[in-house]
């Protein structure tokens, strides 16, 4: 009894309603958040346009999202750190300048150059805004009720953005233009702009110990390689030299990296905060509840399109009620949380969602599978936002205001990884399935394949973070 009453976070006895200024802040914080999830997919489904309208051949479209995702996974966690340094303010209203300077410069590129010089400023701002973003909005709610509710409402906007993404991406492509996609980016930009300065206060330690430079440039070197090594992977296969070479030039440099922090005299990030159990447990699980969701949503649109025979508009709608479950899961999350604590939250979650996985295994090359397919995305939604939420309180509780730039830039490269690495392992699973010349039946094939690894993979998480940290909390 002892035992499961420890495992209950510590609740504060005040403070449990937000104020009137604190829902003000939040709504600023949330709509960027939101903002940024939308950039992550709303230009896949305008690929083909864009190519045909800015003259990209066929085997360079794939650089317009390995540009982004390169630089804002690349830079996400020297960012979280330089956030913690410099001011967390600071760096999120610069880096939604840069945003909206970007987008704008993206929506009226005329040439292939132009566009990608863009997106690589659009991942760069999205490195800098999210882990400062996050910290502002961890260090303006105390840790407890209000800190729980806050994430939830972050994680599901964010995990509701990238399903919106999708949908709002092929409404302008077809209803406007392409570049509508980029366009969207600048009034919200400028209003947050405008709004964030009066309502959020500066956030910055007292003594500001030097930039561990060795530290940042090894780790951000690493990740381009294993990001870059990733993607390279997804589009040529896991035997390619180019992506294996990246793979393992990213793991020299991670290690190169551990070893640089153990002699920096203020290394980027501490040795002891990554030997936390809170930071290495809810990582581990957030890398899984992201890799797992966002490759789903990669499979589910292959079913949609080459099985059911759905438009690429019809596919990203039947997402609608992802959506809709991810907000039902963000909403409810910190109420779960109070109840029964983090980890069972994390436990409850993933075993929501592998079983909501495993339902799709029944999915056929009939119309009348849409209804199994609707449930069952929108249960899912439900039980990986509760991983999600679950995962940032765990990977952000427990530490010092002075460090939750670092630890949301942990959570963000996070974030990263596991959306970059979801799609090339699954892509590669279902390739290997269903052949190179595939049949709908031979995808459906494919699809089912990676379906069962993607709910297996699931379950890991959960007894990872759940049954294995019990072990090493008692």
Do not use: C
């Not at 630089?71 to 600071?90: E, I, K, N, P």
């Not at 930009?189 to 007292?206: H, T, W």
């Amino acid at each position: 009894m002892a035992t499961a009453e420890a495992t209950k976070p510590q609740r504060p006895t005040a403070a449990t309603k937000l104020t009137g200024r604190q829902r003000i802040v939040l709504l600023v914080l949330l709509v960027a958040q939101f903002m940024l999830a939308v950039d992550f997919s709303i230009l896949n489904v305008a690929l083909p346009a864009i190519g045909a309208g800015l003259g990209f051949p066929l085997g360079e479209l794939q650089w317009i999202g390995t540009a982004f995702a390169l630089s804002a996974a690349g830079f996400t966690l020297l960012f979280g750190r330089v956030a913690d340094l410099f001011g967390r303010r600071r760096l999120f209203l610069a880096g939604l300048a840069v945003l909206g300077v970007s987008s704008l410069v993206g929506g009226l590129a005329t040439g292939p150059g132009v566009l990608i010089a863009a997106r690589v400023a659009q991942g760069l701002a999205t490195a800098a805004v999210t882990p400062a973003g996050l910290a502002l909005l961890t260090t303006s709610f105390p840790e407890g009720p209000l800190r729980e509710r806050a994430l939830g409402l972050n994680g599901a906007l964010m995990s509701a953005g990238f399903t919106a993404g999708a949908v709002l991406g092929g409404v302008l492509t077809d209803l406007l233009s392409w570049r509508w996609a980029f366009f969207v980016n600048v009034p919200v930009a400028l209003g947050v702009l405008l709004a964030a300065p009066g309502v959020i206060r500066e956030s910055r330690p007292d003594v500001r110990p030097k930039l561990d430079l060795p530290g940042a440039l090894s780790v951000t070197l690493g990740l381009l390689a294993l990001v870059y090594g990733l993607t390279r992977a997804g589009l040529a296969g896991w035997a390619d030299p180019l992506a294996l070479g990246a793979l393992a030039l990213g793991a020299v440099l991670l290690l190169v990296f551990g070893a640089v922090e153990r002699r920096a005299a203020a290394p980027l990030v501490p040795l002891s905060v990554l030997r936390r159990r809170s930071v290495v447990w809810g990582n581990l699980a957030g890398l899984i509840a992201f890799l797992t969701e966002t490759s789903l949503v990669f499979l589910l649109t292959l079913y949609l399109q080459e099985v059911l025979d759905f438009s690429a508009l019809a596919a990203g709608l039947s997402f609608g009620v992802l959506g809709l479950g991810t907000v039902l899961g963000g909403a409810t999350a910190a109420r779960l949380i109070a109840a029964a604590g983090t980890r069972a939250t994390l436990v409850v979650g993933g075993l929501v969602q592998a079983a909501a996985t495993a339902a799709l295994l029944l999915l056929g090359q009939s119309h009348s599978s849409l209804g199994l397919l609707l449930a069952a995305t929108f249960v899912g939604g439900v039980g990986n936002m509760f991983v999600i939420v679950g995962f940032m309180v765990t990977a952000t509780s427990g530490l010092p205001d002075r460090e939750q730039g670092l630890a949301t830039g942990l959570a963000t490269m996070t974030q990263q990884i596991g959306i970059t690495m979801g799609t090339p392992v699954m892509s590669a699973i279902v390739a290997a399935r269903a052949g190179a010349h595939p049949s709908a039946p031979a995808v459906l094939d494919g699809v089912a394949l990676a379906v069962l690894v993607n709910a297996a993979l699931v379950l890991v998480g959960v007894l990872a973070t759940g049954f294995l940290r019990r072990r090493t909390d008692s």
